[in-house]
């Protein structure tokens, strides 16, 4: 009975957890059930390592803090629920158009509207990826349980620094606000990082430009608002030195650009975690709360006999394509269990699995249970 | 750090994309001529501008950073550029807002905020009492009577008083002049050297839309703002207020506590093998939670997994108090109840809810329920209990008390796994709970009778 590593923790403070251990330096918070846990982790944690929680007096506020504190060269990120996050969406596009990191931990509750503030729900898949006007791929990473909250949220800091863009940790209110025992001596975690600096040259030989790239795919090198190289940073179509263009050729390729440096790194952002079974004929796909269930309904389903595979996707987007498709090599049928009414992420994967048989497990307003999976699996 | 004394922080030749005659001309110059006579660094400068045609400005400067931002919130990233600056950073970077009425109007919150934080931020409201950009449009900022393409029988809406709204905020400067002022460089240089919050509301005419539809002069607009008492002057100008970042630095950051290690050692056994599934629901106000989470933490020290989930209705501190823990010698997946083992309910706010939720109808035949005897009646499959638990331990002491006597009648964990905590948190009160566990157990036989 030697020292342990055992803590109680719900999944919000396991994100603020990964958050701090991935050197989170700001955050900005304004209540909201299912994710407040997150915003009074942060307040009581972060300060007492030298960086700044506060409160803003709404979400639109919540995130703004967080991105001009990233221009002057902050870690940061904020949390919300479906509500604030709808009021969130300009600034995301905002972050996402100026190349400046943050993270946004959206933990679900039951919408639409207020919806059930204390009801658990996997409806906003598609609400957070397809928010931008212009329709840009959003990193979005799921969790599953308190121990992958910390690992995502490491996860998704280091993407958001090494991409220069807002990036999604979309957890829902049964990880998010249900305490559990945490092992801390096994987590996992990404190696934390800081997006790359810019520091050629001197300011006067060298103009730096805000937005330079020679490849399409290439991230810029950042300097901070505030530092010695002029920046010159706009939401609106700019060039690369981040100046208003219409239409310039750069412009066009500044906006392909930011499409492109995530496209260029999908693959090696793709976290799937597979339960293999060598002979499946079924691939069951999940990811969240519902990735979680299905662990107890594949120990069951292949009690009873069934050749079940197993995949908890914890990178929503980009779609881990390669992976998912060899996922589901050999199978006759693919599952996808999901807490909401129309199979948010299955219609964005099917295409995937074509010639295969595609159904879908959902509910809604209730967590889906093993039962409700056990019963869709094939015999 | 930048040694020169710059003569102008615009782009040499500049070309100003304004209107002729507009006040967005003045507005450049004598924000750059303030610049000049302040001399500061312009790598600590950083001109955070909004959306409109004041909002092009960024673009005609050289030397500052610039940070053009979305409609109305550029005193929002202003304040967390301020506030990285100022804590994590050496806090020499001067924000100055850049901001139209239009930009105001959508973003007032953002601009209040600044003021309430007194964050070191300059807003320069450049007021033309429209939106200039998309058509003329009325703003919160027009005066009453003013003719725009939206109110083209007059605005019926007295406007917003800004300087008066910040005033009441705590901005310490505070300052409202025409564009045509010779004094606007000096009451910028002011703003901008404040050590805080401040705003000057910069009154300007649109010569597109204002002029014409609305008989404008400098006399007609003194008699608009003097009918509205909206003042030109320095309305506030003094220095008592600290800055948000030296409160921080100071209240917050310097008072911090080392992070108390809450790892759980395993102290005790169980001889719990498989999944055990409690709810327990009560008032709130009434430890239910506490009690449930004494119980989890209490399988933790025997070496099980355990999960916790509350519920309670929005109002937090009325009403019911339930939760669910699910204890496991496995790893928990699923958290949810298929088949509660035990439900304990200590008062009728928990019956009415283990009652809505379907717990009690999810119940089986191995199911035990312990309730309140006072509770109204209710079926459910099992064996029901009834205590009364309110009168022998108190209310406050009833859950809990019966969560104990629970572990001590299922003897799967060792009873002073909880009774220990209980007196982690109680002291020598820890009597009173032991008292009750007696009183409790002897309820008790029905169960073993029907076991036999």
């Known amino acids: 009975m030697s020292s342990s590593h055992i803590k109680i923790r719900t999944g919000n403070q396991m994100i603020a957890e990964g958050a701090l251990h991935a050197g989170c330096q700001f955050f900005a918070g304004y209540p909201i059930t299912p994710a407040s846990g997150i915003y009074k982790s942060m307040i009581e944690q972060l300060p007492k390592r030298g960086g700044v929680a506060i409160s803003a007096p709404d979400e639109i506020s919540a995130l703004a803090y967080c991105v001009g504190a990233s221009a002057r060269g902050a870690k940061a990120m904020t949390a919300t629920s479906g509500p604030g996050w709808s009021l969130m969406i300009e600034t995301v596009q905002y972050a996402l158009m100026t190349e400046l990191p943050v993270v946004i931990a959206l933990v679900q509750r039951l919408g639409p509207s207020t919806g059930g503030a204390t009801q658990g729900a996997q409806g906003d898949v598609l609400f957070t990826e397809f928010c931008t006007s212009g329709g840009y791929t959003l990193p979005v990473f799921a969790p599953s349980t308190p121990q992958e909250c910390f690992e995502v949220m490491t996860t998704a800091m280091f993407w958001a620094e090494e991409l220069r863009t807002p990036v999604i940790v979309l957890s829902d209110k049964e990880i998010g606000m249900t305490a559990e025992d945490v092992d801390f001596g096994s987590l996992k975690s990404y190696p934390a990082n800081l997006r790359k600096q810019y520091s050629n040259g001197s300011p006067n030989d060298h103009p730096y430009k805000t937005y330079d790239f020679i490849s399409a795919g290439e991230v810029p090198l950042f300097a901070p608002v505030g530092g010695k190289y002029k920046t010159t940073m706009t939401g609106s179509a700019h060039d690369k030195s981040g100046s208003l263009q219409k239409n310039s050729p750069e412009t066009m390729e500044v906006l392909r650009h930011l499409q492109e440096k995530i496209t260029m790194r999908a693959q090696e952002m793709a976290l799937v975690k597979i339960d293999d079974e060598p002979n499946a004929d079924t691939l069951l796909i999940s990811f969240g709360i519902t990735a979680r269930t299905s662990h107890d309904a594949v120990r069951i389903a292949r009690q009873q006999g069934k050749k079940i595979r197993f995949a908890n996707v914890l990178s929503l987007f980009p779609i881990p394509e390669e992976k998912l498709i060899r996922a589901a090599d050999g199978v006759k049928t693919v599952l996808v269990a999901e807490e909401n009414f129309t199979g948010q992420y299955r219609s964005v994967i099917r295409h995937l699995f074509e010639g295969k048989k595609i159904a879908g497990i959902n509910s809604f307003g209730t967590m889906i249970t093993p039962n409700d999976i056990l019963n869709s699996i094939p015999l | ?452």
């Open chain 2, 1 to 452: 750090m930048n040694a020169e004394t710059p003569a102008t922080y615009l782009k040499e030749p500049v070309a100003f994309p304004f209107c002729k005659g507009c006040g967005h001309n003045h507005y450049v110059n004598h924000l750059n001529d303030a610049l000049v006579q302040l001399q500061i660094d312009p790598s600590n400068i950083c001109i955070v501008s909004d959306i409109g045609c004041i909002g092009i400005l960024d673009s005609l400067f050289r030397t500052p950073h610039t940070f053009h931002t979305t409609h109305g919130r550029s005193t929002a990233f202003a304040t967390g550029i301020e506030l990285a600056d100022g804590i994590l950073n050496d806090s020499k970077l001067k924000s100055i807002v850049v901001i139209g009425d239009g930009g105001a109007t959508i973003g007032l919150l953002h601009i209040v905020n600044a003021a309430l934080m007194n964050v070191d931020v300059t807003v320069l409201v450049a007021n033309n009492m429209l939106y200039g950009m998309t058509g003329g449009q009325n703003s919160g900022f027009s005066p009453l009577e003013f003719v725009t393409p939206t109110t083209p029988d007059g605005n019926i809406v007295p406007p917003i008083d800004i300087c008066a709204m910040v005033k009441s905020c705590g901005a310490e400067y505070v300052s409202r002049i025409s564009a045509t002022d010779k004094n606007l460089t000096h009451v910028i240089a002011a703003a901008i050297n404040h050590p805080g919050f401040a705003l000057v509301e910069i009154v300007e005419l649109c010569t597109e839309f204002a002029v014409g539809k609305n008989k404008l002069d400098g006399k007609t607009i003194q008699r608009m703002t003097d009918r509205e008492d909206h003042r030109f002057d320095v309305l506030n100008d003094r220095f008592s207020r600290t800055e948000f970042v030296e409160l921080y630095k100071s209240k917050i950051l310097a008072h911090q506590k080392p992070e108390k290690d809450d790892s759980i050692s395993q102290k005790y056994f169980s001889t719990l093998r498989g999944k055990r599934q409690w709810v327990i629901a009560g008032t709130a106000g009434e430890k239910v939670q506490l009690a449930s989470y004494l119980l989890m933490r209490s399988a933790i020290m025997c070496g099980l997994h355990a999960t916790q989930k509350n519920d309670n209705p929005v109002t937090q501190g009325s009403g019911f108090s339930l939760s669910e823990v699910c204890l496991s010698s496995e790893n928990i997946y699923y958290t949810g109840i298929d088949v509660p083992d035990v439900v304990i309910i200590s008062s009728a706010d928990g019956l009415k809810e283990v009652r809505a939720n379907g717990t009690l109808s999810r119940c089986r035949s191995n199911s035990v329920i312990i309730a309140e005897e006072t509770v109204p009646e209710f079926t459910a499959e099992g064996t029901i209990i009834r205590i009364p638990l309110r009168s022998l331990c108190t209310p406050q002491r009833a859950t809990l008390s019966a969560v104990a006597a629970v572990l001590a009648v299922e003897k799967l964990l060792p009873v002073e796994t909880i009774t220990d905590s209980i007196r982690e948190r109680v002291g020598d009160k820890i009597s009173q709970y032991q008292n009750d566990i007696e009183k409790i157990l002897p309820y008790f036989s029905a169960l073993k009778e029907n076991e036999q």
